[in-house]
C-alpha cells in the first residue's frame, strides 16, 4: 500500500526505506523486501486504473508518476545486479525465489487485441530504459550457480521472455527495410550522442527494447543450454526461428541498420548504434569457441555476412544503408572467425570441403577478390572516401589471417596479393615523403599533421601485412619477390623493441616469424640491418656480463647453477633461432676474427663474429680477462657452439675459418695437470666436460646407433667422470658404437623377384609401378636387405630405366663431355674439403670406403661443381650465397659416393641420370643452385625449393596430422620449416643411422619427392611426446637439433605414409612439379 501512496515526498522516503534495507537487513529481509516490491510493480502494469504510458504517447520522463515508476524500476535493476556477488553463500532457494519473481515481472504482457501503438508499455520497456545493456541479465547468466536456474525457468515457464526479445529484433529489423534511412537515424543519433531529453518517443522506446533484447540474447547464445531453447516459434513468422535464423538476421542487421555519421570507435566510446551494438554481440560468440562453432560456422551465416561484398562486386547497391562502417564491422567479425582453426576451414574450403557439388567460390576466395580490388582501387562506390584506408585495412587483415597459415596461402595464391600490397605500399611511401614540412603560424598545420598522421599510420599497416607473408616458407618467398623485406623486418624489430604484440589476433610472439626470416639468407641481412642481432646480443651481454644497472646493488646477484642461468636463456634460444646455416654464412662468411690484443670493460659485442670472438673462441689471455665471469660465459659460448655445429655446413665453416678443433684441444691441453712426468691428468671442471663433449660432436658422425655422445654432468661414486678426455689426434674410438659395420645380408627370393624386374621389357609405366610395389613390400617386410650392394643395384637399376623414360624426365638432357684431367686443376671450396675428408672418415668407419677414397671423392665433386655450372644462370646479388657456388658442402653427393661404395664412375654416370628426375631438385641441393631452370626472381631471393616447398607443405601437412606438435613449436617461437631444412640438407647425417639414411634415399627415389614431406611428418609423430615435453622445458630447438633421432626407422612409418600419399600427393607433387619455369 506505501508503494502506490500518491504523496511524491512519502513514496520517496518509502523507497528510501528499501534502498536501506537492501543495504543493512540479513539476506531473508532483503528477499522479501524484493519479493514485495517486484509483486508490487507486477501488480501496478496489470492494474487497468494506473495511467501507464503507451507506445504512441512515448514516455515524458518529467512527468512525477514516470519517474516514480522509473525510481521503483532502477531500484529493483540494481538490486539485481548486486545480488549474484553474495548470493551463493546463501541458500539455493533464495536465489531462485529473487530470479523467479523478476522473470515473472518481465513477463508481464497487456492486452494484446489493441493495435500495438494503443498498447500500455510493458515491464520490460522501462528496464530497458534504466539498463539498456541488459547488464543484469549478464551478471545473473556468468555463474553457474545462478545461470542453471535462470535457463530451467525459461525452459519450463517464461520462455515468452526469449521469444518477444527475438520478435523485437525481427520487429526492428522488417522496419530497417521499409523505412527510409534518414527516418530512422534519430534512433542511433539519440543514444549514440547521450544528448540530454526528458521524452523517448515510441520510436525510441522500441529501438531501447531492441538494444536489450540483442544484449539479453548475445549473453544467452554464449551458454549450451541457453542454444537449447532454440528454435522458437513466432506469431508473425510461418517457420521456427532457428539459431542460424537469428544470427543471420543479427548479420544483416550490421549493414542494413544505420549508424551515427562518421562512427568512429574513439570518439563513441559507448557507442549505441545497431550495427556496432551487433558487432559486439557477435565479438562476444566469435571468441567462445564452442558457442561459435554451433552458431557462426555454417556457410549460410558466412553468406549472409558477405552478401554486401558481392553485392559492392558487382556494382549494385548492397543494402539501403551499407557504409564503411557496417563494412569496417562485418571485417572484424571475419577477422575473428579466420583466426579460429574451424572458422579458418570453413572460410577456405565451405562446409562441405570434400564435396565436388560446391561450385560456388568459398568465403576465403570472395574476401580475397574484394581486397584485391579495394588495393587496386578498382572499386568506385568508395572512391575518394576518408573511410577507405580504414576498410582496406580490415580487409586486409582479415586475409592476413588467411595467408599467415600454410593452407590459408594456398587458395590465396592466385590473387597475388603480396604484389597489390606491396603496390599500395610503395605508393603510400612516396606520399609519406611528399608530405611539406609544417610552416609555424600557418592555418594548415593541423591539417597537414592529421593528414600525415593517417599516412604513416596506413604505411605502416601495409607493412605488417607483408610481414605476416613471413609467417610461412612460401609466404616468406613471396615477401622477398615484393623488395619490401628490409622494410618488414625493420618494422617488426620496431614493434618488438616498444614491446608492442605482434598482431591483435596472434597468441604467440615474434618468435616464429624471426625464425622464418633468419632461415634465409636476405632475411638474416635484413634482421642485421634492422638492429635487431645488434639488439638480442646486447640484451645477451646485460644478462652474461653486466647484470641489470637498474637493480640496486644491496644483495649480490645469486651464483648461477645452471650451465646457463635462466636470465640467459631467452637470449640463447634467440640465438639459436637466429643462426641457421644461411644465416651464419651470411652473417660470419669470409670475415676473419678481430682477436684483438686487448679489450675493454665496457666493449659489448654487436654482431654474431662478437660472439664468436668473445665467448666461443677465446684464444688469447686478452679475452679470458675481458670477461667478469669467464667460466659461465664461456660455457653458454660452448653451449652455442654445440648447437651450432650440429649444422654440419656451419661446423665446416667455423672449422675452416676459424679451426674451432685446435682451439678446443688446445684449452684441453692447458687444463692438464702433471703430477710427474709419465703421469698427466685433466682437470675436470664445467668447461673441460663442456669442451669434451663439442670435440666428440664435431669429430665423430654417426646416427644414435653409431656414435656415443659423452654426457655433460658428472655421476655419484668414486669415479665422477669415466669419459676419457684428450687434447690430440687420433681420438679414442670408445665415442664409436660397436655396430655390424656393412652388413651385406644374403639376396633373398623377394629381393630376387625384385631385380628381375628390372630385366623384363613391360611397358614402361606398368614396369616402374610394378617396381614401386615391390619396393614398398619388402620396405614393410623386410628392410634390412635394402643396404649395400643390394640398394647400389636396386638404385642403379631404377634411375637408369627412369632417365630413358620421356614422361618421368623433368629436367633436359645436358651434355657433359668432361675427363679427370680437365677438372683436376679446378679447386673446391675450404668447407668442400673438409667435407671429403668428414665423409670419408665416416665412410671408413662403416666400412664402405678405403683410404684411396679421398681422391675419388674430390674428383666426383669438381665434375658436379662443372656440370652444375653449365645450368647456371648468371646473376648479380649482394647475397654472399648467390656469388658462385653452393655454399655448403655437398651432403647428397657424399651419401651417394658411400652408397656406391667409393667407386666413382658409377657415382659420376648415376648423377647424370639422377639429374634428370624431378627428385633430384629435392634431394640434391647443389642442382637448383642459381639454375636456369629456376625463375628469376626466385634464383634472387636465395631461397631454395626443398624451403619453399617442401617445407611449406612439412608445416602445412604437420597443423592437420599432428596438431599438437604444431602447436608446440609455435609455443615455441620455433619454426618446423627450420628443423626440416637442417635434416634434408645434410641427408639427416648425425641424425639417423647410416641404413635409414640409405632408406630415406631409396624412398624418395622410388616412390617420388612427396616422400620427403611424409618422412618428416613421420619423424614428428614419432618425437611427439618428447617435444611436448621439450616445449614445458623450454628447450625444444635445442633438442630437436642436438639430439639423433632415437628409435625412428623409415620402414616403421611406411604405412602411415602411404596413407599421407593417397590423402596429399595430388597437391604436393603438383606444387613440386611448379618450382621449374614453364617454358624451358
Not at 571 to 597: I, R, T, W
Request: with cysteine; glycine share 4%; hydrophobic share 40%.
Amino acid at each position: 500500500m506505501s508503494l502506490s501512496d500518491p504523496d511524491p515526498v512519502f513514496s520517496d522516503r518509502i523507497l528510501k526505506f528499501y534502498a536501506q534495507t537492501f543495504t543493512l537487513s540479513p539476506l531473508h529481509m532483503t528477499k522479501e523486501i524484493y519479493t514485495s516490491l517486484a509483486k508490487y510493480l507486477k501488480l501496478y502494469f496489470l492494474s487497468r486504473e494506473n495511467h501507464i504510458p503507451t507506445l504512441s504517447t512515448g514516455i515524458d520522463i518529467s512527468n512525477p508518476n514516470v519517474i516514480c515508476l522509473l525510481k521503483k524500476v532502477r531500484l529493483l535493476n540494481e538490486y539485481q545486479k548486486e545480488a549474484p556477488s553474495f548470493w551463493i553463500r546463501h541458500p539455493e532457494k533464495y536465489m531462485e525465489e529473487i530470479v523467479e519473481n523478476t522473470l515473472s515481472l518481465l513477463s508481464v504482457k497487456h492486452d494484446q487485441s489493441h493495435l500495438v501503438s494503443q498498447k500500455n508499455l510493458d515491464p520490460i520497456y522501462f528496464f530497458a530504459l534504466v539498463d539498456t545493456k541488459a547488464v543484469w541479465f549478464k551478471k545473473w547468466m556468468h555463474a553457474y550457480y545462478s545461470r542453471t536456474a535462470v535457463l530451467r525457468l525459461l525452459e519450463k515457464k517464461y520462455k515468452s521472455l526469449i521469444t518477444t526479445a527475438v520478435q523485437q529484433c525481427f520487429q526492428y529489423f522488417d522496419l530497417c527495410e521499409a523505412m527510409k534511412v534518414n527516418e530512422i537515424l534519430s534512433h542511433s543519433k539519440h543514444c549514440g550522442n547521450k544528448q540530454k531529453t526528458f521524452f523517448y518517443s515510441g520510436q525510441e522506446l522500441q529501438y531501447i527494447y531492441f538494444i536489450h533484447s540483442l544484449c539479453l540474447l548475445g549473453r544467452l547464445l554464449i551458454y549450451t543450454q541457453g542454444r537449447r531453447l532454440f528454435p522458437i516459434k513466432l506469431k508473425s513468422r510461418k517457420d521456427l526461428v532457428s539459431l542460424t535464423d537469428l544470427l543471420v538476421l543479427f548479420t544483416q542487421l550490421i549493414y542494413y541498420s544505420p549508424s551515427c555519421p562518421k562512427m568512429t570507435s574513439a570518439a563513441h566510446l559507448d557507442n549505441y548504434s545497431p550495427a556496432s551494438m551487433v558487432t559486439e554481440v557477435l565479438q562476444i560468440l566469435c571468441d567462445q569457441k564452442e558457442c561459435a562453432v554451433e552458431c557462426l560456422y555454417n556457410n549460410t551465416v558466412i553468406e549472409a555476412l558477405l552478401q554486401p561484398i558481392h553485392n559492392l562486386m558487382k556494382e549494385t547497391k548492397a543494402a539501403p544503408n551499407c557504409s564503411e562502417a557496417a563494412l569496417i564491422h562485418i571485417a572484424d567479425i571475419l577477422a575473428r572467425i579466420a583466426s579460429v582453426e574451424e572458422g579458418l576451414t570453413l572460410l577456405l574450403y565451405g562446409e562441405n570441403m570434400n564435396s565436388s557439388e560446391e561450385k560456388s567460390p568459398t568465403g576465403a576466395h570472395i574476401i580475397a577478390q574484394f581486397s584485391k580490388k579495394l588495393l587496386d582501387e578498382d572499386i568506385s562506390i568508395f572512391s575518394g572516401s576518408e573511410m577507405l584506408p580504414v576498410v582496406k585495412g580490415a580487409f586486409i587483415s582479415v586475409c592476413r589471417q588467411i595467408y599467415g597459415t600454410c593452407e590459408g596461402l594456398q587458395v590465396l595464391i592466385p590473387y597475388s596479393l603480396h604484389e597489390s600490397i606491396a603496390k599500395a605500399w610503395k605508393k603510400t611511401s612516396l606520399l609519406s615523403e611528399r608530405i611539406p614540412t609544417p610552416v609555424k603560424g600557418s592555418d594548415s598545420v593541423s591539417s597537414i599533421s592529421q593528414e600525415s598522421q593517417n599516412i604513416m599510420a596506413w604505411e605502416e599497416n601495409l607493412l605488417d601485412d607483408l610481414l605476416n607473408f613471413a609467417a610461412t616458407p612460401k609466404g616468406l618467398l613471396f615477401l622477398q619477390r615484393t623488395g619490401a623485406i628490409n622494410e618488414c623486418v625493420t618494422f617488426m624489430f620496431n614493434r618488438y623493441a616498444k614491446k608492442l604484440q605482434i598482431s591483435r589476433h596472434k597468441k604467440f610472439g615474434y618468435g616464429v616469424l624471426v625464425t622464418q626470416v633468419a632461415s634465409t639468407a636476405a632475411g638474416a641481412i635484413a634482421l642485421q640491418s634492422s638492429g635487431f642481432i645488434n639488439a638480442l646480443i646486447t640484451e645477451l651481454w646485460a644478462n652474461l656480463e653486466c647484470g641489470r644497472d637498474d637493480v640496486r646493488v644491496t644483495h649480490p646477484r645469486s651464483t648461477p647453477v645452471d650451465p646457463i642461468d635462466r636470465s640467459c636463456q631467452k637470449s640463447f634460444l634467440g640465438l639459436v633461432n637466429l643462426l641457421p646455416y644461411p644465416a651464419v654464412y651470411e652473417l660470419v662468411g669470409n670475415q676473419d676474427l678481430p682477436n684483438k690484443a686487448e679489450y675493454s670493460l665496457r666493449e659489448v659485442p654487436t654482431c654474431v663474429l662478437d660472439i664468436l670472438d668473445r665467448l666461443i673462441i677465446l684464444n688469447s689471455e686478452a679475452k679470458i680477462r675481458s670477461l667478469f665471469n669467464y667460466e659461465q660465459s664461456h660455457i653458454f659460448g660452448l653451449r652455442l657452439l654445440s648447437v651450432l655445429c650440429c649444422d654440419l655446413d656451419t661446423l665446416l665453416l667455423l672449422e675452416a675459418q676459424y679451426q674451432v678443433s685446435e682451439m678446443l684441444l688446445n684449452a684441453q691441453e692447458e687444463n692438464i695437470l702433471e703430477t710427474s712426468e709419465s703421469h698427466r691428468h685433466f682437470i675436470i671442471d664445467g668447461l673441460s666436460v663442456e669442451r669434451n663433449h663439442v670435440l666428440v660432436r664435431i669429430n665423430f658422425i654417426g646416427g644414435p646407433m653409431e656414435r656415443i655422445l659423452p654426457p655433460r654432468v658428472l655421476e655419484k661414486g668414486d669415479d665422477p667422470y669415466p669419459w676419457p678426455m684428450f687434447s690430440s689426434y687420433p681420438l679414442p674410438t670408445c665415442y664409436l658404437s660397436e655396430v655390424t659395420r656393412n652388413a651385406d645380408l644374403k639376396q633373398d627370393n623377394d629381393l630376387g623377384k625384385l631385380l628381375l624386374h628390372f630385366k623384363m621389357s613391360d611397358k614402361q609405366t606398368e614396369w616402374i609401378e610394378n617396381c614401386r610395389r615391390q619396393f614398398c613390400k619388402m620396405m614393410k617386410a623386410k628392410p634390412d636387405i635394402i643396404s649395400g650392394s643390394a640398394l647400389l643395384e636396386l638404385l642403379e637399376k631404377f634411375v637408369l630405366h627412369l632417365s630413358e623414360s620421356p614422361s618421368e624426365c623433368y629436367f633436359p638432357s645436358v651434355e657433359y663431355t668432361a675427363t679427370d684431367a680437365n677438372v683436376k686443376n679446378e679447386s673446391l671450396s675450404s668447407v668442400q674439403q673438409l667435407g671429403i675428408k668428414m665423409t670419408v672418415r665416416y665412410g671408413k668407419f662403416l666400412n664402405l670406403l678405403k683410404d684411396s677414397a679421398e681422391n675419388d671423392l674430390t674428383l666426383v665433386l669438381k665434375h658436379c661443381e662443372r656440370f652444375l655450372k653449365q645450368q647456371q644462370a648468371p646473376i648479380k646479388s649482394s647475397l654472399l650465397c648467390l656469388q658462385g657456388s653452393y655454399a655448403g658442402h655437398d651432403w647428397f653427393v657424399s651419401s651417394l659416393f658411400m652408397i656406391m661404395l667409393g667407386d666413382k664412375e658409377k657415382t659420376l654416370r648415376f648423377l647424370q641420370q639422377f639429374s634428370r628426375l624431378l627428385i633430384s631438385a629435392f634431394l640434391w641441393l647443389p642442382r637448383l643452385h642459381i639454375s636456369r631452370y629456376l625463375p628469376t626472381d626466385t634464383i634472387e631471393s636465395g631461397i631454395h625449393p626443398v624451403y619453399f616447398c617442401s617445407t611449406h607443405y612439412i608445416e602445412m601437412l604437420l597443423k592437420v596430422e599432428v596438431p599438437l606438435v604444431f602447436s608446440a613449436f609455435h609455443m615455441s617461437g620455433f619454426a618446423p620449416s627450420q628443423i626440416c631444412l637442417l635434416w634434408i640438407t645434410q641427408c639427416f647425417w648425425n641424425y639417423l643411422d647410416w641404413i635409414e639414411i640409405c632408406h630415406y634415399i631409396a624412398t624418395c627415389v622410388f616412390l617420388g619427392p612427396d616422400y620427403q614431406v611424409y618422412i618428416c611428418i613421420a619423424i614428428f609423430k614419432h618425437l611427439q611426446q618428447d617435444i611436448l615435453q621439450h616445449t614445458q622445458t623450454q628447450d625444444l630447438q635445442v633438442f630437436l637439433k642436438e639430439e639423433a633421432l632415437h628409435g625412428f626407422r623409415v620402414s616403421d612409418y611406411f604405412e602411415y605414409m602411404e596413407i599421407l600419399e593417397q590423402n596429399y600427393r595430388p597437391v604436393v607433387l603438383r606444387d613440386m612439379q611448379n618450382v621449374r619455369v614453364q617454358n624451358t
